[in-house]
């Protein structure tokens, strides 16, 4: 089995698989209770995001703006982030406020920093933390905001240790890009195992919140900045995703001395084992007797399913830390992840997915800075059973009539995905679940191809296959 | 209304007005007429707003149906304008696919002319089927002084095909508004005229301003046909590359949003000396009256007479039912611009009143159609925030909302049923036929059962940690 790198080349990109730096701060940003962005730029890129998060969690998301115009873009858009910084406090109150820059503001070289401190001269009266995060759309692509954003509440927000050994007991867990249902999981692990996380940042309530009457001022829960203050007193920090948390979990290793472990995202059953591990490790408790039962319940929908699943061919592709899980759990059931697209121009994470898909014993050409359009042409010419990825895919389902399982972000077109989980036993049970039934419903109304009886068969991946209207077809 | 969320905001209030007796308005800031409109946004206010590039990549080119849309600029702008905006066509590759220079650090640093000509090229030998490029311009690269045009040009001669080259960097204006402005002035001056076919255009037309949402043109375009006209092209809904080329040759332009391309019509007045005639194309007597003007111009009055009572006959009786479930409710209508004075009579078909009224992007002249129709009392609003939308949602309580997506769940959340009036919920609504989808979704809204049940089952929320609405209190 031999894995193979390859580098998209083409210059224009036709159908990213990744979106722009402040979306991804600002739905970090989300996790903190009473928190608000304020987006230094042009009211698009407050706008666009705001929408898109809308169309995926379906709820309420405000973002403010600076609205900078030509104007200020000629003179610098001081006066408009400092006359916003005074509107959001003054009609607010919140209890942190972010400011997140874009293209523009980066590019006339607004000192943000410097504009927060002078409203802080200005303004005595204001005492809530405001953190200056760099998102320009053109550095890096929507994880890059989020983990900036993590970075910079490691270096601005805990107080440093008291004491030598003072301790909150707790544990920081950064998730990461996951959705709320994936939070509720991991918080139901901790639980289970008699832990406290701290969770840095924690929107699985804000973005995915209820029904209350009256409607609270803040949506509920997110962690507070009181909590995030007391970070550096905890037990050890975990990174669930390597490139969004990994960093800011090392920030706190260097300078509060809270140990880091930056695991792979928690997907599949040796993935989420060296979570649970990592937990016991840090703090002596054994795995409980529930956990053990999820765990062995995984294993079981796992040998259940292995006669529809193995052998089939599937195309992952959205963001690295995502593909790192995921390509875990594809494996264990049997899959052979055949294309795994991601658009970062990360050459380690590549290098490290040929190690990993090689010691996995499956075959897949990692893609880096790729988009969907050159994932369909890999397709058309050698077809796969199933697409693993977000709603943007759905093109190439539609097209080459394939299943898209759908993970990740943005999820749009469907309902309820941002309640789901897939970290975890019971996430990866959900996950097989879903897989499985996906072929199921194919098997009912066309085909699914076996490609480990494709040798010597002509066509692409697939025996004919009589379809219901007497036809036949080739997967 | 005063607004307890504009305290601090003084300046909000020239935005805010209430119609007063006998048709004048009566502004929030104590002075007469006229609401302030088209200005910069107060920043940090929470605006709904959204850019140029938003008003020109989507709406007015992006649903040219044969046209490899390309954004010259960062990933972002190109991702989030991608495939949502439901502007429909008999062929899908305008809403498949988006294209992107994908400008990164080194480009904003050297320059991204060499880039985007590259692009343009390679997206035009990925789908050589594609009639032209339509390249925008976004804000990172209009600062570092790409010359796009200068290379649309390059590119036109090297691929052999028109490349449209919108300058619409995201900073321009105020609003997505000027963003139409540009769409319009870009696609006249590099397309419009540049075929001039043979034949017969005496009785022909153009439909300006519509987009086609949800297949709109499928409610209207019929009857205009059944009046015996030719349709030649529609701004932008549905349209080709070639329509847009030889749409001079129109004998008439009916202009049906007249916010967001009225511009071309007078252009072409300008230009052509083709007339242009304003027209409604959502409710009953709206849609009328624009098949009545249209053939007026063109000698069918009977025609189109004969054409109004079919349809009437057909749809009236539906109408009539849900204006015995619809009558008397209360509505709030906040939409881009024009949507608003185009839907207070429709509305009134259905038996319902705009109490209150918001655009996005609206000018003078949307505003004085909004106070010629809307009843007296009836409070309007120019670029509404969320607290003073959540303020109008919770003091006004109006028994309908009709907005946007971003916009609907503000009203869930506050209970207050909604209708998605951008892109619509099913859609389409234009019409006479469409009217009946779009009072079936109001129905839906009003009388779905859950609203019963969040009214009279939900619990506040259950924590005291987090401070209630309205209270002084933020604990955490």
């Known amino acids: ?475 | 209304m005063q607004f307890k969320c504009n305290q601090t905001l003084p300046e909000r209030a020239s935005h805010i007005a209430i119609k007063g007796p006998g048709g004048k308005c009566q502004r929030g800031d104590g002075t007469a007429c006229f609401i302030a409109n088209n200005v910069a946004t107060t920043p940090g206010d929470m605006t709904e707003r959204g850019c140029t590039y938003a008003g020109c990549r989507g709406v007015v080119g992006g649903p040219v149906k044969d046209a490899i849309q390309l954004t010259h600029g960062p990933i972002g702008c190109a991702f989030f304008s991608w495939g949502y905006r439901p502007h429909l066509a008999d062929s899908d590759f305008h809403m498949k696919y988006t294209f992107v220079t994908d400008m990164n650090e080194t480009n904003i640093v050297f320059g991204g002319e060499k880039k985007l000509l590259q692009s343009i090229i390679e997206a035009n030998a990925e789908f050589p089927n594609a009639k032209a490029v339509f390249v925008y311009n976004t804000c990172s690269t209009a600062l570092i002084g790409d010359d796009g045009r200068d290379v649309a040009k390059q590119a036109e001669a090297i691929i052999g095909k028109p490349v449209v080259f919108f300058e619409c960097e995201g900073f321009r204006g105020v609003s997505q508004s000027l963003g139409h402005h540009i769409g319009n002035e870009t696609i006249f001056r590099q397309l419009v005229g540049s075929v001039e076919p043979e034949g017969d255009f005496s009785r022909s037309i153009n439909i300006i301003g519509d987009y086609n949402i949800k297949n709109d043109i499928r409610t209207f375009e019929y009857l205009f046909e059944a009046l015996g006209l030719r349709i030649i092209a529609r701004f932008t809904g549905n349209v080709s590359v070639d329509d847009l080329k030889i749409m001079h040759k129109a004998a008439l332009n009916i202009v049906h949003c007249q916010r967001s391309a009225t511009y071309i019509a007078d252009m072409m007045k300008e230009k052509y000396g083709t007339p242009y005639i304003n027209v409604t194309l959502w409710g009953m007597k709206n849609m009328a009256k624009a098949l009545r003007d249209t053939a007026a111009f063109f000698g069918l009055e009977a025609r189109a007479e004969e054409v109004i009572a079919r349809e009437v006959a057909r749809i009236q009786p539906y109408i009539d039912a849900y204006r015995q479930r619809l009558q008397g409710k209360r509505v709030f209508i906040y939409q881009g611009g024009p949507r608003v004075w185009h839907w207070i009579e429709l509305l009134r078909e259905l038996g319902m009143e705009t109490e209150t009224a918001a655009t996005t992007f609206g000018h003078t002249d949307d505003y004085e159609k909004i106070f010629n129709q809307i009843a007296e009392g009836a409070l309007v609003i120019d670029n509404p925030n969320v607290p003073e939308i959540e303020e109008i949602l919770t003091r006004r309580r109006p028994d309908l909302f009709i907005s946007g997506n971003k916009e609907r769940y503000l009203a869930y959340k506050l209970g207050v049923p909604f209708v998605n009036g951008h892109t619509y919920d099913t859609g389409p609504y234009a019409g006479f036929v469409g009217m009946v989808n779009f009072a079936r979704d109001i129905d839906k809204a009003l009388h779905a059962p859950v609203w019963n049940l969040v009214h009279r089952y939900a619990r506040p929320a259950p924590a005291a940690r987090y401070a209630v609405h309205g209270s002084e209190e933020v604990e955490s």
């Open chain 1, 1 to 475: 089995m031999t894995s193979c790198l390859t580098l998209q080349e083409r210059a224009v990109a036709i159908n990213p698989t990744r979106s722009c730096a402040p979306i991804g701060a600002m739905l970090a940003n989300y996790g903190i209770h009473g928190a608000i962005t304020i987006n230094h730029g042009s009211q698009g890129c407050a706008t666009y995001p705001r929408h898109q998060m809308s169309r995926h969690f379906r709820e309420p998301v405000e973002v403010a703006t600076t609205s900078l115009t030509e104007k200020t873009t000629v003179y610098g858009g001081k006066q408009n982030l400092l006359a916003a910084l005074k509107n959001v406090w003054e009609r607010f109150h919140p209890t942190m406020i972010m400011v997140c820059s874009t293209c523009l503001s980066e590019t006339i070289g607004d000192d943000i920093p410097a504009i927060i401190d002078e409203f802080l001269d200005k303004h005595p009266d204001v005492k809530i933390p405001i953190l200056s995060v760099k998102t320009p759309s053109y550095v890096g692509n929507h994880t890059t905001g989020f983990d900036n954003f993590l970075k910079e509440i490691a270096l601005n927000l805990p107080d440093r240790r008291k004491k030598k050994g003072e301790t909150n007991g707790k544990i920081n867990i950064i998730p990461g890009w996951v959705n709320p249902g994936d939070i509720r999981e991991l918080k139901h692990m901790l639980r289970e195992m008699g832990l406290h996380g701290l969770w840095i940042t924690d929107y699985s309530e804000t973005l995915d919140g209820g029904y209350y009457n009256p409607r609270p001022h803040f949506p509920r829960g997110g962690t507070t900045v009181e909590e995030l203050r007391s970070s550096s007193k905890s037990l050890a920090t975990i990174a669930l995703q390597r490139y969004i948390g990994g960093e800011a979990a090392r920030i706190y290793e260097r300078r509060y001395n809270v140990p880091a472990h930056v695991l792979t995202m928690p997907i599949g059953l040796k993935n989420t084992d060296a979570f649970v591990n990592t937990l016991i490790e840090i703090t002596d408790h054994t795995i409980p007797e529930s956990l053990e039962v999820e765990r062995a319940r995984l294993l079981d929908a796992l040998v259940d399913a292995h006669m529809y699943t193995t052998g089939l061919r599937v195309a992952l592709y959205g963001d690295p830390d995502l593909l790192e899980g995921l390509v875990g759990l594809i494996a264990e059931m049997g899959m052979t992840p055949a294309y795994i697209l991601t658009a970062a121009d990360n050459r380690p994470w590549g290098e490290r997915m040929v190690e990993l898909t090689e010691e996995l014993g499956v075959e897949s050409e990692i893609i880096l800075k790729g988009d969907l359009h050159e994932l369909h042409k890999r397709i058309k010419q050698r077809p796969v059973d199933l697409l693993i990825g977000h709603s943007k895919g759905r093109f190439i389902a539609e097209a080459e009539n394939i299943p898209l399982v759908r993970v990740g972000f943005p999820v749009e077109d469907r309902f309820g995905h941002h309640r789901r989980s897939i970290v975890g036993y019971n996430g990866a049970i959900a996950l097989v679940d879903e897989i499985t039934n996906t072929i199921f419903e194919r098997r009912a109304t066309t085909i699914v191809s076996n490609t480990l009886i494709e040798t010597g068969v002509e066509g692409p991946t697939s025996v004919p296959i009589a379809l219901r209207n007497g036809a036949t077809a080739r997967g």
